[in-house]
């Protein structure tokens, strides 16, 4: 990529003339302007998907058929890498009162991160729906990498992340939680680091 930094050079015979670089910005400094542009796209797409959890009316909505959606979406993605990825869904539709787009990128959100936490390794994930009198669980169990006791208190922080200098922004775990928020549930993430993760969003149905 032929970026230029902002360093230049004034041109002695006609000032008023365009300047010229006088150095190529380092593959160091081409990453932190990669990862700082990637971190203002996210946090367009959070401002505008918190306006849409705003403006968009909840509807009645299926947690199976998102999930079994999520799953099949991310399928592709599981297939490049050596992990497994397993779903188990209730025949009962769990509805509830919520926005299908937020509630999707919550799903997705989890299912990517515990696919990424086995890293280049084998690994299981398995994604269950299941539902208990009036609310359902959604739990997404990987044999990942795990999360030490001092960094599990801070996953859910905006910008905390292991994954400097590759995708990670540490703006998933925290979209999730506000999404679950918005529709009066509770996420929470066990974890032994070595073993593996599980995360499990619980959420209330609607009385039928
Ligand atoms: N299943 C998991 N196994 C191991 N660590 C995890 C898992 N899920 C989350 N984490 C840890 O929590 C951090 C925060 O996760 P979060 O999804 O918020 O951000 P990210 O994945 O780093 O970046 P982004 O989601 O923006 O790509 C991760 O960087 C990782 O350290
Ligand atoms: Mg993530």
Not at 168 to 192: M, Q, Y
């Amino acid at each position: 990529m032929g970026v230029t930094s902002s360093s230049s050079r004034k041109n002695s015979k006609n000032p008023s003339a365009p300047t010229t670089p006088t150095r190529v910005s380092s593959n160091k400094e081409l990453e932190i302007i990669e990862q700082n542009v990637r971190l203002c796209r996210d946090l367009l797409t959070m401002w505008q998907s918190y306006g849409s959890v705003e403006a968009t009316p909840h509807k009645l909505i299926s947690i199976s058929d998102i999930v079994r959606e999520v799953v099949a979406g991310v399928g592709a993605m599981a297939e490049e890498t050596p992990v497994e990825l397993k779903c188990d869904v209730t025949e009962d539709p769990c509805s509830l009162m919520g926005d299908a787009v937020q509630i999707t990128r919550a799903i997705q959100n989890v299912i990517i991160n515990a696919i990424q936490a086995s890293g280049d390794r084998k690994g299981t994930v398995e994604v269950s729906c299941i539902r208990k009198d009036f609310y359902v669980d959604v739990r997404i169990a990987d044999t990942g990498q795990g999360i030490s006791p001092e960094q599990i208190a801070r996953i859910f922080d905006p910008y905390f992340t292991t994954k400097q200098g590759k995708s990670g922004t540490g703006l998933g775990l925290f979209i999730t939680r506000k999404v679950v928020d918005d529709h009066n549930g509770s996420i929470k993430a066990d974890s032994t680091p070595g073993i593996g993760t599980t995360i499990t969003i619980r959420l209330p149905l609607i009385n039928n």
